[in-house]
């Protein structure tokens, strides 16, 4: 019995951290042309920089508390994000290629260069 009620704190506990997993917040609060691959590393690092670098105005204890959760989801950042990095690599090639111009418009030829002799 008491196994069980150990087994199932630890369950909790692991969803309670992947629900402030940086990878998936990142994902979901991305625009679509600002697609990037490994998202959640990246942001993990702005939010230390921001911390660091003194651009938050919350109290010291709380800052700490983030920056110890944050170095925490790193790790598991990291490894997600390559994870669904083919998806990733997709993502940013079809936001590009929406900014192309389409290859089905007839092209001109290349301009002629003047001969010299």
Known sequence: MKADVG????V???MALATGCTSIRARTEVLENEWTVYPGVRQDVKEMSDIFGGERSAPAW????VTTVLVFDLPFSALFDTFVLPYDLHR?????ASEMP???SPRSPP???PETE
């Open 92 to 96: 940013s090639g079809s936001a590009s």
């Open 102 to 104: 389409d290859d089905s």
């Open 62 to 65: 709380l800052n700490g508390l």
């Open 7 to 10: 087994k199932w704190a630890l």
């Open 12 to 14: 909790v506990f692991v």
């Open 111 to 113: 301009p002629e260069s």
